[in-house]
C-alpha cells in the first residue's frame, strides 16, 4: 500500500533532528503515519490473539512491548501477565495494561520465566526477539498453547545493509522459521501451523529510517545519527531523487501445543 508522503520535501536536518527527539518506547507505531507504510501479514495477528485469549483461563505475553498489542484484546482472562525486558517499556506496559487487571513482570531477555510450572493455558508474543521455547512449553498446561508472530529471516536487511555493508549469511539466515519449528518441537511442543510471508515497507523520507533505527535497536546496534549522519544524508539524496526506499520484513505465524502427555 502506497500513500502520499507528507514530509518528503522537508530538509535532511529538520527531519532527522525531529525524528531523533520522538519517544521510542513501546510498540506505537502511529509517528509513521505520512512517512512510512508496511504491509500487514494476511493473517490478523492482533485479531486472532484477542479471540483467543477471550477464550482462554489463564494468559501470559512474553515481551509485550508497551502492551498495546495485548491491550487490544477486547476481553482478557481471569489470570493475565505479561514480560518485558527493558524499563522504560515496563513502566509504559503497567500504565496502560494495570487497568485491565494485567500483572506486568520485569523479566530480562533470556532468563528463566518467573512463574510455576504449567501456569498458563495461553501464551502470546508479537515479535519477541528468541523465543525461549523451553520455558514456554514448562509454563505451558498440558494442552496449552504458544500463539505468536515472529520476524523471519533477512527482515528489513535492505535498510541493514545500506548501513552495515552485506552480512554473513548465517546471519541472513538466523530466524528462520523451520529452525524454530526444530526448537520447538526439541522443547517438546506439537507445531501446528507455521505460515510465513514477505512484505513490502516504503520509507518516504529520512526521518522514518532514523526513528526505525531508534525504534527497533537490533537492527543497525549502537545506531546514533552522529556515527551514521553520512550515510544518512546519502540515502536522504536517494529518496529525494528516486523515492521511497523499498525495504521488505519476513513474519511467520506459529502455533505450538503442549501434549497432554509431556
Same mark, same amino acid.
Given at each position: 500500500?502506497?500513500?502520499r ?7 535532511f536536518?529538520?527531519?532527522?533532528? +525531529? ?5 521510542? +518506547?513501546?510498540?506505537? %507505531? ?14 490478523? @495477528? $492482533? ?11 489463564? !494468559? *501470559? ?18 489470570l ?12 509504559? $506496559?503497567?500504565?496502560l495494561?494495570?487497568?485491565? !487487571? ?8 533470556? $532468563? ?9 493455558? *495461553? ?11 523451553? /520455558? ?9 498453547t @504458544? ?12 535498510v ?9 549469511? /548465517?546471519v ?21 501451523? *507455521? ?8 520509507? @518516504? ?16 546496534? !549502537? %545506531?546514533?545519527v ?7 544524508? +546519502? *540515502? ?18 506459529? +502455533? ?7
Amino acid at each position: 500500500m502506497s500513500i502520499r508522503p507528507t514530509h518528503a520535501g522537508r530538509p535532511f536536518g529538520e527531519l532527522v533532528a +525531529e525524528a531523533a527527539a520522538a519517544p521510542v +518506547e513501546g510498540w506505537d %507505531f502511529s509517528w509513521f503515519e505520512g512517512r512510512a507504510t508496511e504491509e500487514r501479514p494476511s493473517w490478523g @495477528y $492482533a485479531r486472532a490473539m484477542g479471540e483467543r485469549m477471550g477464550r482462554a483461563s489463564a !494468559g *501470559l505475553d512474553l515481551q509485550t512491548g508497551g502492551g498495546e498489542v495485548l491491550a487490544s484484546a477486547p476481553e482478557l482472562p481471569p489470570l493475565i501477565a505479561a514480560t518485558e525486558g527493558w524499563p522504560p517499556n515496563v513502566a509504559k $506496559a503497567s500504565a496502560l495494561l494495570a487497568p485491565r !487487571g494485567v500483572v506486568v513482570v520485569a523479566s530480562p531477555e533470556g $532468563a528463566p520465566l518467573p512463574f510455576a510450572d504449567g501456569t498458563f493455558d *495461553l501464551v502470546t508474543s508479537r515479535h519477541p526477539v528468541k523465543a525461549p521455547f523451553a /520455558e514456554i512449553a514448562r509454563v505451558l498446561a498440558p494442552g496449552g498453547t @504458544y500463539f505468536a508472530q515472529h520476524v523471519g529471516p533477512s527482515s528489513v536487511f535492505e535498510v541493514v545493509e545500506f548501513f552495515l555493508g552485506p552480512q554473513p549469511e /548465517e546471519v541472513r539466515r538466523g530466524r528462520d522459521p523451520r529452525g524454530e519449528r526444530a526448537e520447538a518441537e526439541a522443547a517438546g511442543l506439537e507445531v501446528v501451523d *507455521l505460515r510465513a510471508e514477505r512484505l513490502r515497507i516504503e520509507f @518516504y523520507d529520512i526521518g522514518a529510517v532514523v526513528h526505525f533505527l531508534r525504534k527497533v535497536i537490533w537492527m543497525v546496534p !549502537g %545506531f546514533t545519527v552522529e556515527a551514521y549522519r553520512p550515510r544518512l544524508l +546519502e *540515502l536522504h539524496e536517494r529518496i529525494a531523487a528516486e523515492g521511497p526506499f523499498v525495504a521488505h520484513s519476513t513474519r511467520h505465524l506459529i +502455533e505450538a501445543r503442549r501434549p497432554r502427555a509431556l
